[in-house]
């Protein structure tokens, strides 16, 4: 069986801001991918296949047995790519019972709420799937009718996919509260980080992990990292050594970063080289979700101003991980975009145009002038950490996987309005996952839920 993508773009602007994607999951109107499978698509109620059993009523829905034996297959695939122990095939089994309950459960509540998503709608979010599958509208249909999916139902799928995202939207956000208060405290927090650090020009050396990496590659990776830093403590030139090991953009400056604000460079590295004088280095390696860093502070400024920030003009090309694109996939196209940009033979802007999934595609991936706190933290760490005109490797982040560059920074003032309304949006952002969990776990305890016994 051939299976389909059903990615599609998602029409918000800039990409990736806190205030459309920062912390809520339906930044692409989608957060599940739709896998194309007769045996999974009954997320809307329909006759079992023959040979079929049902699993577990959920509400006014069923849950198949091939569906469980699909995703618990899945959950053993995606176990095994990461290196865990595998776990025994009943609890698999039990995880993969419980996501399609929870998903059954959102998507009757979304029915039930009275959301709607308007036929119009529905045939542009259609159209989108068959562009990105490079199909016209009549070979999508045969394509889905090969694989034995009805049209009506794949219609209906997505659309139930629409309306979970809306409702998810409304209500998660809805319970979250930010008083002033809040907001004051968190403003005096990044005053007195300020007061305590000022700004940083740290160079450093990337020795990166590939995500899901096995034990073996890690244990590599950081005797590699281990050895750059012996080298640099017996007194070789730290620009030298990162121009020779480091694998990030800052590696033909020596390593160095730059000098920027304490609150315009990742948490981690701040901390990591926090009491280090100019000059000085960090005795200790600093693993992060990138990899293995040696870190050096270049140069150490005084305090700095909350109304004063850098701004940063980036793009990026998103690539998001299904069952067909594992993550692990979608960093090795990246990692070849990568090199054919580097090499000329291509450019970040076409690259984007026509690969990128989400709405900045048709402008080559420009994101726009950002202020910080205006991207996921993940994505805002690799960008933080680029010079002007580096690509970063491939950048793994809740929406998927990334390759930025970054085009421009400038320094320019803001109103205590605007800075107030940023400090907000990161408290939403900090709060966020939490009352999304709380709210699926009273969707759950509310929902009729029946499971059956059953043989594979």
């Known amino acids: 069986?051939?299976?389909?993508?059903?990615?599609?773009?998602?029409?918000?602007?800039?990409?990736?801001?806190?205030?459309?994607?920062?912390?809520?999951?339906?930044?692409?109107?989608?957060?599940?991918?739709?896998?194309?499978?007769?045996?999974?698509?009954?997320?809307?109620?329909?006759?079992?296949?023959?040979?079929?059993?049902?699993?577990?009523?959920?509400?006014?829905?069923?849950?198949?047995?091939?569906?469980?034996?699909?995703?618990?297959?899945?959950?053993?695939?995606?176990?095994?790519?990461?290196?865990?122990?595998?776990?025994?095939?009943?609890?698999?089994?039990?995880?993969?019972?419980?996501?399609?309950?929870?998903?059954?459960?959102l998507v009757t509540n979304a029915r039930e709420s009275g959301a709607k998503v308007d036929?119009?709608?529905?045939?542009?979010?259609?159209?989108?799937?068959?562009?990105?599958?490079?199909?016209?509208?009549?070979?999508?249909?045969?394509?889905?009718?090969?694989?034995?999916?009805?049209?009506?139902?794949?219609?209906?799928?997505?659309?139930?996919?629409?309306?979970?995202?809306?409702?998810?939207?409304?209500?998660?956000?809805?319970?979250?509260?930010?008083?002033?208060?809040?907001?004051?405290?968190?403003?005096?927090?990044?005053?007195?980080?300020?007061?305590?650090?000022?700004?940083?020009?740290?160079?450093?050396?990337?020795?990166?992990?590939?995500?899901a990496s096995s034990e073996a590659v890690v244990a590599e990776r950081r005797a590699r990292a281990e050895a750059a830093l012996a080298r640099v403590k017996a007194g070789e030139d730290f620009a030298k050594v990162a121009r020779e090991i480091s694998e990030d953009g800052n590696k033909e400056r020596g390593g160095e970063i730059g000098l920027r604000p304490a609150e315009r460079l990742p948490d981690v590295f701040v901390q990591a080289v926090k009491g280090l004088n100019t000059g000085q280095l960090s005795p200790e390696l600093l693993r992060s979700g990138a990899g293995f860093h040696v870190l050096k502070v270049i140069e150490r400024q005084g305090t700095g101003s909350l109304t004063s920030v850098v701004q940063t003009r980036a793009r990026h090309v998103l690539l998001r991980p299904s069952a067909q694109l594992t993550a692990e996939v979608a960093a090795r196209r990246l990692a070849e975009f990568k090199r054919a940009i580097e090499s000329g033979s291509t450019s970040f802007e076409?690259?984007?145009?026509?690969?990128?999934?989400?709405?900045?595609?048709?402008?080559?991936?420009?994101?726009?002038?950002?202020?910080?706190?205006?991207?996921?933290?993940?994505?805002?760490?690799?960008?933080?950490?680029?010079?002007?005109?580096?690509?970063?490797?491939?950048?793994?982040?809740?929406?998927?996987?990334?390759l930025i560059q970054v085009r421009e920074r400038r320094t320019t003032e803001i109103e205590m309005k605007q800075l107030r309304e940023q400090a907000r949006t990161a408290l939403r952002e900090a709060k966020y996952e939490d009352a999304y969990k709380e709210w699926v776990k009273e969707l759950r305890a509310r929902a009729f839920v029946e499971l059956r016994e059953w043989q594979d």
């Open 1 to 105: 069986m051939t299976y389909l993508s059903t990615r599609f773009l998602a029409p918000f602007s800039p990409p990736l801001s806190r205030s459309i994607a920062g912390g809520w999951l339906g930044a692409a109107l989608l957060l599940g991918l739709l896998a194309i499978q007769p045996a999974a698509a009954q997320s809307r109620s329909t006759p079992l296949q023959p040979g079929d059993y049902i699993a577990a009523v959920v509400n006014q829905d069923v849950v198949a047995a091939s569906e469980v034996t699909l995703r618990t297959e899945k959950l053993r695939q995606d176990a095994k790519q990461r290196g865990e122990v595998m776990p025994d095939t009943a609890a698999l089994r039990t995880q993969a019972m419980e996501a399609l309950i929870e998903d059954r459960v």
């Open 350 to 402: 076409a690259v984007a145009r026509d690969n990128s999934e989400d709405g900045s595609a048709p402008e080559g991936g420009d994101l726009g002038w950002m202020s910080p706190g205006g991207f996921v933290p993940e994505f805002e760490e690799a960008m933080n950490a680029l010079p002007i005109g580096g690509i970063s490797a491939p950048v793994p982040s809740r929406y998927g996987m990334h």
């Open 119 to 211: 036929d119009p709608e529905l045939d542009r979010v259609v159209g989108n799937v068959a562009a990105q599958n490079k199909l016209t509208m009549e070979q999508l249909r045969a394509r889905l009718k090969l694989d034995g999916v009805d049209y009506r139902s794949f219609r209906e799928n997505l659309r139930d996919q629409l309306m979970t995202e809306r409702v998810r939207e409304r209500e998660v956000q809805g319970r979250i509260r930010i008083t002033d208060g809040d907001i004051d405290k968190y403003l005096d927090q990044r005053r007195d980080q300020l007061s305590l650090v000022g700004q940083l020009n740290i160079g450093q050396i990337l020795v990166p992990v590939p995500e």
